[in-house]
């Protein structure tokens, strides 16, 4: 990049230059700041998301009235591109539904998961954040192959991403129905 980029770590105390990650998660922020469209948004999103936390999977879920869409991925295999469940079924509308974020470091462990929905795909564990803390429009999932347990670290990148994202309404329509 050949910049020299300084950031606040005010826990710290003090200046330095961003780090890899750092760099790469500002950029991030900076690449969503100037969208325009949704489908940029999204395509940020699942790109930047997937290098930054080291997930094997990343979704971007649209809320659809009372169903979640999948509307965007970037996985190692496929995994829910274009379908849709209800809002009260999965994950991702656990989300949106309580404006909460979630990790599961065994998907077959945990009720809110439809775990025939997660049978045919190489999730293990996941990691979703919101995008809105009130009357979220959509939601980030991260997922993994093997067990992990999503570090705080990772659920902050998610959502600094999703706050990014947040802001994008006033110039990106996030739709309220997309059927």
């Keep these: 990049m050949g910049s020299f980029v ?28 100037r969208s325009r469209r949704l489908d940029e948004v999204m395509r940020i999103v699942r790109e930047s998301s997937r290098q930054l936390t080291g997930a094997d999977g990343v979704t971007f879920v649209l809320r ?63 990691a979703m954040v919101p995008v809105r803390d009130v009357d979220p429009v959509a939601a980030i999932g991260a997922y993994w192959a093997t067990r ?8 902050r990148i998610l959502k600094v991403i999703a706050d990014a994202c947040a802001v994008a309404p006033a110039r990106v329509s996030f739709p309220t129905s997309t059927t």
């Excluded at 950031?7 to 950029?27: M, R």
């Excluded at 992990?148 to 659920?155: F, G």
Aim: proline share 6%; charged share 25%.
């Design 6 to 33: 300084y950031c606040s770590f005010e826990a710290a105390g003090w200046w330095g230059p961003l780090d890899k990650l750092e760099e790469t998660l500002a950029t991030a922020i900076e690449r969503l700041s």
């Design 64 to 126: 659809d009235g009372d169903l979640c869409l999948y509307a965007e991925e970037n996985a190692i295999r496929p995994l829910w591109k274009g379908k849709r469940f209800p809002l009260s079924q999965c994950v991702s509308g656990w989300v949106m539904l309580n404006a909460r974020p979630v990790a599961i470091e065994d998907v077959y462990a945990d009720p809110r998961v439809l775990h025939s929905t997660y049978k045919p795909t190489f999730v293990k564990s996941l």
């Design 148 to 155: 992990h347990a999503a570090t705080d670290d990772e659920l």
